[in-house]
């Protein structure tokens, strides 16, 4: 008690501060996501500061920089040159993607992340075709999403990610991946990913207008035993990994799932979590070391490894620990 005990004796000196650090973020720990489209060249997109839609050729690019910095992996998103209500185009091995997937999986050792899902694909901004009564139809989904993972797989993804919140997608896909020879590829479900406005920026991003809203599907954000239940599921099912989405807003999913699973944790800090952070500090509203103490926070919940759109510029600060 005091006067004899005195927290401040370890915060003195900054090598004791780093001496006894007990959480922090490196290169290592970071997932760079990355929108392909077929185009010309790269196209900034307005939402969301410094971040860009890629050609193919300039992904690759990218990839091979995102390598060098220590990142070891990338998660790709596709924005398709056709759309319609199946989200064909999703599958189709001559899409951006599946390109970029070949390509950085050629040319580089990065472990590639597919997301899989629909809704950048299908024309009315849906994770999966929709019934007359306008509900998305999951069983019918989740064949798509089997054809889907098998394309990205073909493609060379090492890991495939279902975002779209159908029941028994996990199931689904780890089922289409091993009858067709894909027993090494990885699921990664976004366990718990949750109806949330944070995804607003993604929206230009990606390119995908939604008719309606996702509250049929996504999970609504005062729930937290729900969360507990989706994670479970999708270890059954076969998960080997669990994700919780957003991430800073729902640090407590992201450690009751640490604390329930011992399957990495992954955590998505996702595109309105980064054009907050980063207009506040643009706006000099906050200082730049906010952006890391953000995934600093997202570590200390638990999770092992982060999806940001900050990986590349963290990674040129912190260097691989
Ligand atoms: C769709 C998907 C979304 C994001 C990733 N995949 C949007 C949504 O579910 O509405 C959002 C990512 C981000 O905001 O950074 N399955």
Do not use: F, K
């Given at each position: 008690m005091f006067p004899e005990k005195r927290m401040r004796r370890v915060r003195g000196k900054e090598s004791t501060r780093h001496l006894f650090e007990e959480n922090q973020v490196a290169s290592s720990d970071l997932i760079q996501p990355l929108f392909v489209e077929h185009r010309d060249e790269p196209v900034n997109i307005e939402s969301m500061p410094e971040v860009q839609r890629l050609d193919v050729e300039s992904a690759v690019e990218k990839a091979v920089e995102v390598e060098e910095l220590g990142i070891p992996a990338v998660i790709l998103f596709g924005v398709p040159s056709y759309k319609d209500g199946q989200g064909s185009s999703a599958w189709d091995p001559s899409e951006a993607v599946q390109e970029a997937i070949r390509r950085i999986s050629e040319e580089t050792g990065l472990t590639v992340i597919a997301d899989t899902?629909?809704?950048?694909?299908?024309?009315?901004?849906?994770?999966?075709?929709?019934?007359?009564?306008?509900?998305?139809?999951?069983?019918r989904t989740l064949n798509i999403l089997g054809r889907v993972a098998v394309s990205q797989a073909e493609a060379g993804a090492d890991i495939v990610a279902p975002s779209g919140m159908m029941d028994g997608m996990v199931q689904a896909i780890r089922e289409a991946l091993d009858s067709d020879g894909y027993k090494h590829v990885a699921v990664v479900s976004y366990s718990a990913k949750y109806c949330s406005g944070f995804y607003g920026p993604f929206r230009e991003a990606a390119e995908s207008e939604l008719l309606g809203h996702r509250g049929t599907y996504q999970m609504q954000p005062g729930q937290r035993r729900e969360a507990a239940v989706e994670n479970r599921l999708d270890v059954e099912e076969g998960a080997d990994a669990l994700m919780v989405k957003p991430a800073m807003p729902y640090l407590d999913i992201v450690r009751d799932t640490r604390n329930r699973h011992d399957l990495p944790v992954l955590a998505y800090q996702v595109s309105g979590e980064y054009s907050m952070l980063y207009s506040a500090v643009e706006n000099g509203l906050l200082p730049e070391e906010a952006k890391k103490e953000s995934l600093v926070a997202i570590k200390r919940a638990g999770a092992d490894a982060v999806i940001t759109y900050f990986a590349e510029e963290i990674a040129k600060q912190t260097g691989s620990g």
């Open positions: 899902c629909l809704c950048e694909y299908t024309d009315h901004g849906h994770c999966g075709p929709v019934n007359e009564n306008g509900s998305v139809a999951n069983d």
